[in-house]
């Protein structure tokens, strides 16, 4: 295997506009560097991301507002997430980065999914992709408002629950995808904040697998050495600089603490065009 040099941005918390603004900025870099870069982050406060296209309807906006939830609108497609107590991932490449030629969104899933899985297997368990699972498949093209209660095929499972979600985003050449990993789950808190029907009993988390806090210092280092392990790429240490945040700073300003984008997904004039994200 071809080894390619990847840009790893170690894990930090962020604001939910800051993570969302890092993400789309780190597909500019990209175009620019030509380098994939990786990047494991944590939400502060915790925060709702809504899908490119999806309804903000579906959200109780009075009680996130009253919790000090942030509510977020992705570039990537999919249903929300309620990110809080989490490890995420993002990883912003081409198809030539993963030292393969896939062609479709399901391919890509399949192929970089593959770390989650491994990810999953080093710490003991029996991951496999919701495909591959009788329990899923029963439940297949089920879509609801919140992330965790739907599966696609390349959603992974653990003893029958799904864990976790992913949503992508191709630009060109350029893929971005990114990713919850959670490490503990208050359904109660989800119900609170989501409207209508939530499958409590479709998803699961570290902790409830494990039946402890989970770890995230190893956690972390964990998943960054399955990534580069199943992709081929070596992860070289490199913190956001003072003139990227700038940056950054200008594209959550002019977007994503923008009502229009986090309301109804439109910033066509808000756009950076360095970024060439949202049409």
């Known amino acids: 295997m071809q080894f390619v040099k990847a840009r790893l941005i170690p894990h930090a918390p962020r604001s939910g506009p800051e993570n969302m603004a890092l993400d789309e900025y780190l597909v500019s870099w990209h175009r620019r560097t030509g380098r994939p870069v990786f990047r494991l982050y944590a939400w502060n406060p915790p925060a709702i991301s809504l899908g490119r296209y999806q309804k903000i309807e ?39 980065d993963l030292n393969q ?19 999953y297997r080093w710490l003991g368990f029996r991951a496999i992709y919701a495909k591959d699972s009788a329990d899923a498949r029963a439940g297949a093209g089920q879509h609801a408002a919140f992330c965790f209660s739907s599966n696609e095929k390349y959603d992974i499972m653990i003893n029958g629950k799904k864990i976790g979600g992913n949503a992508q985003r191709r630009i060109g050449k350029v893929v971005l995808q990114h990713g ?40 972390t280092r964990l998943l960054a050495e399955s990534f580069s392990e199943t992709t081929g790429m070596r992860l070289y240490q490199e913190d956001i600089t003072l003139d990227e945040m700038v940056a950054i700073n200008s594209l959550m300003n002019k977007k994503y603490l923008d009502s229009r984008w986090t309301l109804g997904g439109r910033a066509e004039d808000n756009e950076i065009p360095a970024a060439g994200m949202a049409r």
């Open 101 to 119: 030629r896939p062609t479709t969104i399901p391919e890509y899933y399949e192929i970089i999914n593959r770390f989650l899985i491994v990810f």
């Open 58 to 96: 579906c959200v109780d906006r009075d009680a996130c507002r009253a919790d000090g939830v942030d509510i977020v609108r992705r570039i990537t497609g999919g249903s929300a997430i309620f990110h809080d107590r989490e490890l995420t991932y993002s990883l912003v490449c081409t198809a030539d």
């Open 180 to 219: 919850s990993i959670p490490l503990f789950i208050d359904r109660e808190r989800i119900a609170r904040y989501f409207r209508g029907a939530m499958d409590g009993a479709r998803f699961t988390s570290l902790a409830e697998i494990t039946g402890r806090d989970p770890d995230i210092a190893m956690k």
